[in-house]
């Protein structure tokens, strides 16, 4: 079974700010690793997926993740924070190998300050 | 392509009612999958498609749930004798399966109350 851990369920950062939002994750198996993004009352928009090949992904809006399979890390970051990156991020893991259901964490709502 | 679309958006109903919703994936994608995401939590799977054959089910998935996707186009999750425990968001996501590689869209999602 696979599963998702992402600590605390708040981030707030000044605007400018780095932002480092953690996921931790349990895998039988190689897996195929996801950020998505969620803004209020709307569904889910994919930020950047790593499967196979470089550890570092760069995705939309200036987001990056780093796999490191020692660590069974997935974090997202992001060098300077925008009033725009309000919102909440999940991290999901999937099997390559199997239906490619997703296996969410329970959430990050990040808040950036003026 | 459109995107994700799901209707209604939002469907307050009373318990014991019926209600469908309505899945219409981005054309030409073969996968379709159903999440449910209660308050504070992350999406959970419930149930996909490849076409129209339905080919998993979560535990989640009670007999007083039911999927379909006829003609392995648009899809729709019925929930029979509604219970309090059953409002939620309702997500639907589509993709394409290529080799072992398939990102996955996500709808605006349904959400239902249960009063």
């Known amino acids: 079974a696979q599963s998702v851990t992402q600590l605390g369920s708040h981030v707030s950062v000044s605007e400018g700010a780095l932002v480092l939002l953690r996921c931790n994750y349990s895998?039988?198996?190689?897996?195929?690793l996801f950020w998505y993004v969620q803004y209020p009352n709307q569904g889910l928009q994919l930020l950047l997926k790593?499967?196979?090949?470089?550890?570092l992904v760069k995705g939309i809006n200036g987001f990056e993740a780093e796999f490191k399979k020692s660590e069974t890390s997935f974090h997202l970051t992001k060098p300077s924070a925008h009033m725009s990156d309000a919102a909440e991020y999940f991290c999901a893991v999937s099997d390559p190998g199997a239906n490619s259901k997703l296996t969410f964490g329970k959430g990050i709502t990040l808040s950036v300050r003026p | 392509d459109t995107g994700v679309s799901q209707n209604p958006r939002h469907k307050i109903t009373k318990r014991g009612q019926n209600v469908t919703f309505r899945c219409d994936p981005i054309s030409e994608h073969n996968r379709l999958y159903w999440y449910r995401q209660t308050l504070g939590q992350g999406p959970e799977f419930l149930t996909y498609?490849?076409?129209?054959?339905?080919?998993?089910k979560s535990r989640l998935l009670s007999d007083r749930f039911s999927a379909e996707r006829p003609k392995g186009s648009f899809s729709t999750l019925e929930i029979q004798r509604t219970e309090q425990g059953d409002s939620a968001m309702y997500l639907c996501?589509?993709?394409?399966?290529?080799?072992?590689?398939?990102?996955?869209?996500f709808g605006p999602g349904t959400r239902l109350l249960v009063l």
């Open positions: 996501a589509s993709s394409l399966r290529a080799g072992s590689i398939e990102t996955q869209y």
């Open positions: 895998s039988s198996v190689p897996p195929y």
């Open positions: 498609f490849q076409n129209e054959a339905q080919l998993e």
């Open positions: 790593y499967t196979t090949g470089a550890t």
